[in-house]
C-alpha cells in the first residue's frame, strides 16, 4: 500500500468548497475557551462541508494566529458567525426547524451510538466550555441531548475531539455523500 500525495488528494478549491452541498449540520460552540479547540473545529468542519460554525460568547473569533494554526486555512473556507448570547441563537434556529443536539452528558439523554438522525433535517450540535460543558440554559432548551459513551476513568473527553467523534457519527448516519 502506497500514501497517497497531497496532489492526489483531488481537495476542493476555496471556491468549490464555498459553492459544494453542504452537510445538513451545524455548530455552535458555546463558551469555548481554547484557540486551540476553536480551529480544530473549524478543521473538522471543513473536512464533512458542515453548513456554519456559531462561535458564542467567550468564543475567539477569526482571524487569530492560535486558531490559525489548528485551522490550517479552514476559516477561509467554512462559514462562521459570531453570536454573544447561545439560548439567544437557539430560539432563533429552532424556530427556524433547525434540531438543537446539546453534546453533553445528563440525565435521560441519548447515547451517540443510538441516536439516528432523521434525513432532511439540519442537526445544530452544542459543544460547550471545557471546564463547565455546554450551560444549563442551553440543555433546557434542547431538542435533544446526546452523550457520547466512554468506558474509562475520566468521562470526559477534549471538546475538538468529541466535536470530532460526533460530526464524524451523525454525517456517516445522513448518508449525505452516497
Not at 25 to 48: E, H, K, M, Q, Y
Amino acid at each position: 500500500m502506497r500514501k497517497l500525495k497531497n496532489s492526489e488528494l483531488d481537495r476542493l478549491s476555496i471556491d468549490d468548497f464555498k459553492d459544494a452541498k453542504k452537510t445538513p449540520i451545524i455548530i455552535i460552540l458555546d463558551n469555548i475557551r481554547s484557540l486551540n479547540n476553536i480551529g480544530s473545529v473549524f478543521r473538522t468542519s471543513d473536512a464533512f462541508l458542515i453548513e456554519i460554525i456559531y462561535l458564542c460568547g467567550i468564543t475567539a473569533k477569526p482571524p487569530h494566529k492560535d486558531i490559525h494554526k489548528t485551522a490550517l486555512g479552514s476559516t477561509d473556507t467554512v462559514n462562521w458567525e459570531y453570536a454573544e448570547n447561545t439560548i439567544d441563537l437557539v430560539e432563533k434556529l429552532k424556530a427556524n426547524n433547525v434540531v438543537i443536539c446539546a453534546i453533553e452528558q445528563a440525565e435521560n439523554a441519548t447515547m451517540l451510538n443510538d441516536f439516528t438522525p432523521k434525513p432532511q433535517t439540519t442537526y445544530a450540535l452544542v459543544f460547550g466550555n471545557e471546564v463547565k460543558g455546554v450551560s444549563q440554559d442551553v440543555v433546557n432548551a434542547s431538542d435533544i441531548v446526546i452523550e457520547i459513551p466512554q468506558f474509562g476513568t475520566k468521562h470526559s473527553l477534549n471538546i475538538s475531539v468529541s466535536c470530532g467523534v460526533v460530526v464524524w457519527d451523525v454525517f456517516s448516519k445522513l448518508e449525505v455523500r452516497s
